[in-house]
């Protein structure tokens, strides 16, 4: 009798996750989620070393069942100096300042496996990024400077990449909550010469079929 009180207790608990996974599963496959974010913006500046950063954003996901589609929009705030080469200048280097960068991100993302109400994702997209503010110092050292350095340094201002994205995501009813990380490679052309990481986590809401009835 008990072990027929255990297989029934282990058949009932198998039915309510079964349920409870399949519930969440219908709540995230083909759906469409709007979401808002927040995070830390991790990056090298030249001649000052690593630093970090508040990153603000939101994002729009579309799901199927093993894949789907990603799109965000990112603000980093910050003031930050940085030594920028001038062959020009007398001491060989202009500091100049920043302010604030813009993201705009567009990415084709896979959901391997559902854990219950847990799923991980991975992508691969291509993201455009845009310094604000980039103001050079002029003192007695350094004279202004000439036309090709500003128009290097407005070239230097934006830069469009590659990039990589891992989260997860945990499902409860229709809301949802997820982290994820985000990195672009180092490029020599843009101001901020690192790699860029952003380490985020936010809030995403399902408001509706990504199916058209």
């Known amino acids: ?14 039915i309510v996750v ?43 996901l579309i799901t199927r069942t093993r894949g789907g589609l990603y799109v965000s929009a990112n603000q980093s705030i910050f003031e930050r100096d940085l030594e920028f080469l ?11 300042r920043v302010n604030d960068m813009r993201r705009i991100s567009l990415a084709g993302v896979a959901f391997p496996k559902h854990f219950g109400a847990i799923t991980p994702y991975a992508g691969l997209g291509f993201t455009i990024a845009v310094l604000g503010d980039a103001r050079v110092f002029v003192d007695s050292a350094n004279t202004f400077p000439n ?9 230097e201002r934006s830069r469009s990449a590659v990039m990589g994205l891992a ?29 860029l990481s952003f380490f985020e986590f936010g809030v995403r809401y399902n408001f509706g079929s990504s199916i058209d009835q």
Do not use: C, Y
Not at 171 to 192: G, V
């Open 147 to 155: 036309n090709s350095f500003l128009d290097e340094l407005e070239k």
């Open 18 to 60: 079964s349920s409870s996974a399949s519930a969440q599963m219908r709540n995230f496959d083909n759906s469409w989620f709007w979401g808002f974010k927040s995070g830390i913006n991790t990056f090298s500046v030249p001649g000052h070393g690593n630093t970090s950063t508040v990153d603000l954003g939101i994002d729009w």
């Open 167 to 195: 989260g997860v995501q945990i499902q409860t009813k229709r809301a949802a909550i997820f982290a994820q990380e985000t990195m672009l490679p180092s490029n020599t052309s843009f101001l901020f010469r690192s790699v």
């Open 1 to 14: 009798m008990q072990k027929l009180r255990a297989v029934a207790v282990a058949l009932v608990a198998t």
């Open 86 to 96: 001038d062959p020009t200048s007398l001491t060989g280097q202009r500091t100049i």
